[in-house]
Antibody, heavy 114, light 110 residues
Framework: VQLQQWGAGLLKPSETLSLTCAVY????????WTWIRQPPGKGLEWIGE???????NYNPSLKSRVTISKDTSNNQFSLKLTYVTAADTAVYYC?????????WGQGTLVTVSS | QAGLAQPPSVSYALGQTATLTCTGD????????ASWLQHHQGHPPKLLWY???DRPSGISERFSASRSGSTTSLTITGLQPEDEADYYC???????????FGGGTKLTVL
């Protein structure tokens, strides 16, 4: 299984962060797909996930700004985070969740700066 | 929401056995256990241990984990220089229906 992610790396405050992760190999439909981030100098933070049924679970601290969706026909899932601020500057990772996060994308540095 | 508690840093000598701890409560670690990740900066994290109490394929047998109540411990035997990294625990918290991470422990191999 390989995960490849992409999206804009530089945003201005109040813009919307948008990232997509493509999954190659394995069964896309059977797993939970997750977004995780790491702000500079800080630890990992779980953003949210989308389940096989399409249900989403989000970090309560980000819930009002986050949307995770998936395109099963193209084996992709996406993250949107609205109204970004400097506090959203981080490396963002997509990952597969199976009793743990066992496959990861390469990471995307997203910087929010005016 | 409250995360899981990990000591910020630990250090052990080359060849020694390291024990890293992660403490939660009955709604997360004590509920379904925790997984462990190794993270070298500049690279994606790597899963070392499943929440279901098993080691992923390809992970060295030097890495193992155990749980007692709401505390999980990662044990690394025969420490190598490449084991120097950040280690994170993660668990599902049923009260908030969300995954939570520990703050991470930086392991230094002396």
């Amino acid at each position: 299984v390989q995960l490849q992610q992409w999206g804009a790396g530089l945003l201005k405050p109040s813009e919307t962060l948008s990232l997509t992760c493509a999954v190659y190999g394995g069964s896309f439909s059977a797993y939970h797909w997750t977004w995780i981030r790491q702000p500079p100098g800080k630890g990992l933070e779980w953003i949210g996930e989308i389940t096989p049924s399409g249900r989403t679970n989000y970090n309560p601290s980000l819930k009002s700004r986050v949307t995770i969706s998936k395109d099963t026909s193209n084996n992709q899932f996406s993250l949107k985070l609205t109204y970004v601020t400097a506090a959203d500057t981080a490396v963002y990772y997509c990952a597969r969740s199976v009793d743990g996060f066992d496959n990861w994308g390469q990471g995307t540095l997203v910087t929010v700066s005016s | 929401q409250a995360g899981l508690a990990q000591p910020p840093s630990v250090s052990y000598a080359l060849g020694q056995t390291a024990t890293l701890t992660c403490t939660g409560d009955s709604n997360n670690v004590g509920y379904e256990g925790a997984s462990w990740l190794q993270h070298h900066q500049g690279h994606p994290p790597k899963l070392l241990w499943y929440r279901s109490n098993d080691r992923p394929s390809g992970i060295s047998e030097r890495f193992s984990a155990s749980r007692s109540g709401s505390t999980t411990s990662l044990t690394i035997t025969g420490l190598q220089p490449e084991d120097e990294a950040d280690y994170y625990c993660s668990a599902w918290d049923r009260t908030i229906s969300a995954h939570v991470f520990g703050g991470g422990t930086k392991l230094t191999v002396l």
